[in-house]
Each structure stands twice: as structure tokens, then as C-alpha cells.
């Protein structure tokens, strides 16, 4: 599917290009070597960092009590001084216990994927608006990321252009 959507896109822009005739300017720009090196990439990276961290010794602080916790039932049972009656209530706790963190692992990635995309919101905006102020400015009608390119004979290098946009060396 997604090899029909690239080749459709290649197709309309090779039928684009030919029918306005050589006034379609296209460029391309290298992504990754402009967006690693944003400083709001930077922040939102170490801040996505620390605030993972943070969930993870959560997470970490929890499942040690409850590996605790099954380790002072299980020394019961071994001892015997646990009934069947109260081993049951004892296991069905554990395996609440055990529901309760894959609950709060699955949160913690929904959170983390919310605070990345909190985060790097504003990155990408930055970076779509130099873009549009690159196309324009320039007369260029396509911008492509450089990884998209199967092949090209033609069309500018707009890398740099990007990167004085930015701010970024």
C-alpha cells in the first residue's frame, strides 16, 4: 500500500513537473542533519530523557514491593502458615497486584509518547515554518526529504539554506 501511495506521488509529480514546463523548482533537504542538531531537539531529547527516567524508577519502586510482597508469601506457604483459604486471598492479591503494574507500564508509554509529541510540537512547527519561508523565497514548489529520493538528476540542495533558517550549524 505504502509503494503504491510513493509511486503515486512520484507519478503526479513527474506529470506536475512536465505539464508547468521547467517553472517547478524542486529541492531536497537532508532531515537528519538538520533536526539532531535544533536546539529545541536537544532540550526535548534530555527532557524526554529525565522524564522517562523518572517513570522508570516508578515503575522499578513498585514492582520491588510487589516482588517483596510475593516473597514474604511465598516464605508463608512455605512455612504453612498460610490456610488454603487465605492462600487464595493472598494469590488473587498478587495477581491484582501483577494487573496493577502492567496497567501503570502501559500508562507510562502513553504518557511518555504524550510528552514527546508536548515536546517536540513546537520543533516541528519551527522547522515546517523555515521550510515554507525556504520555498518561498527560493521559488521552490517541491521540498523533499533526501531520503525519499529513489533517484534524482536534478533539482537543488536546500540543505544549508535550512540550516542558516534555523539557527543550526
Do not use: H, R, W
Request: glycine letters at 4%; aromatic letters at 8%.
Amino acid at each position: 500500500m505504502k509503494f503504491t501511495n510513493l509511486f503515486s506521488l512520484f507519478f503526479i509529480l513527474i506529470v506536475t513537473s512536465q505539464s508547468y514546463g521547467q517553472n517547478q523548482k524542486i529541492a531536497f533537504v537532508d532531515v537528519d542533519q538538520v533536526l539532531p542538531n535544533m536546539t529545541e531537539y536537544k532540550a526535548a531529547k534530555s527532557e524526554l530523557e529525565s522524564y522517562k527516567n523518572i517513570l522508570k524508577k516508578q515503575l522499578e519502586g513498585d514492582q520491588s514491593k510487589a516482588q517483596q510482597y510475593y516473597s514474604e508469601v511465598m516464605k508463608k506457604v512455605q512455612e504453612g502458615s498460610l490456610s488454603p483459604a487465605q492462600q487464595k486471598i493472598e494469590e488473587d492479591k498478587l495477581m491484582k497486584m501483577q494487573e496493577e503494574l502492567q496497567k501503570k507500564a502501559s500508562k507510562a508509554e502513553e504518557d511518555i509518547l504524550a510528552k514527546e509529541q508536548e515536546l517536540t510540537k513546537p520543533m516541528y512547527e519551527k522547522f515546517n515554518e523555515a521550510l515554507k519561508s525556504i520555498a518561498k523565497s527560493s521559488n521552490y514548489a517541491y521540498i523533499l526529504d533526501k531520503k525519499l529520493l529513489l533517484y534524482s538528476e536534478g533539482g537543488e540542495d536546500a540543505t544549508q539554506k535550512l540550516k542558516t533558517a534555523l539557527g543550526v550549524q
